[in-house]
T-cell receptor, first 114, second 113 residues
Framework: EAAVTQSPRSKVAVTGGKVTLSCHQT?????MYWYRQDTGHGLRLIHY???????EKGDIPDGYKASRPSQENFSLILELASLSQTAVYFC?????????????FGHGTKLSVL | QQQVRQSPQSLTVWEGETAILNCSYE??????FPWYQQFPGEGPALLIS?????DKKEDGRFTIFFNKREKKLSLHITDSQPGDSATYFC????????????FGSGTQLTVMP
């Protein structure tokens, strides 16, 4: 079974602080994604990557950076965390990125910015 | 602008009943529609999907009905079980441009024993 592991599972951050969320996959997948989940908004794509050392902007990239140092690892970075970034963040991976490709999600990171 | 809409926001049914979850979309170029199931504390997982060339897709107790003309889908869960209690997301994929999935806001289903 494909595996996507996120860390930490939850985090409390202070406004203006730096936050790094990590994701590791053992699926040998090329594509990795960061989604944000808010009540009433479903899942929204922040950044994605299809190859190591390259990232692409999704639908809501403002206030976030991403890093893909290797095929297995994909990080989401909040340089200056804000209250509005309180949400649950999901990492996902897929094999080829084609439209009918199944996404494998991690368990999520609950981020609270105070 | 929400391109994929789901209703109701929450739904409660009794064990054994059929739960009907609705989804609609705006962009006529969307041609692939997966449904993801999410249990509390977990990430979403693909449940069932349909492409625009079909009007029905069945997998056990789960069936998608698709009306391309009206841009509407529905997920029917027959003989609902308490273990089906979860949030269900409808998503849609455009046929052109870079790969992406647009998710609806979800329907929270509760099945009462």
């Amino acid at each position: 079974e494909a595996a996507v592991t996120q860390s930490p599972r939850s985090k409390v951050a202070v406004t203006g602080g730096k936050v790094t969320l990590s994701c590791h996959q053992t699926n040998n997948h090329d594509y990795m994604y960061w989604y944000r989940q808010d009540t009433g908004h479903g899942l929204r794509l922040i950044h994605y990557s299809y190859v190591a050392d390259s990232t692409e902007k999704g639908d809501i990239p403002d206030g976030y950076k991403a890093s893909r140092p290797s095929q297995e690892n994909f990080s989401l970075i909040l340089e200056l965390a804000s209250l509005s970034q309180t949400a649950v963040y999901f990492c996902a991976s897929s094999g080829t990125g084609t439209v009918n490709e199944r996404l494998f999600f991690g368990h999520g990171t609950k981020l609270s910015v105070l | 602008q929400q391109q994929v809409r789901q209703s109701p926001q929450s739904l409660t049914v009794w064990e054994g009943e059929t739960a009907i979850l609705n989804c609609s979309y705006e962009d006529s170029t969307f041609n692939y529609f997966p449904w993801y199931q999410q249990f509390p504390g977990e990430g979403p997982a693909l449940l069932i999907s349909i492409s625009s060339v079909s009007d029905k897709k069945e997998d056990g107790r789960f069936t998608i009905f698709f009306n391309k003309r009206e841009k509407k889908l529905s997920l029917h869960i027959t003989d609902s079980q308490p273990g089906d209690s979860a949030t269900y997301f409808c998503a849609a994929s455009p046929s052109s441009g870079s790969w992406q999935l647009i998710f609806g806001s979800g329907t929270q289903l509760t099945v009462m024993p």
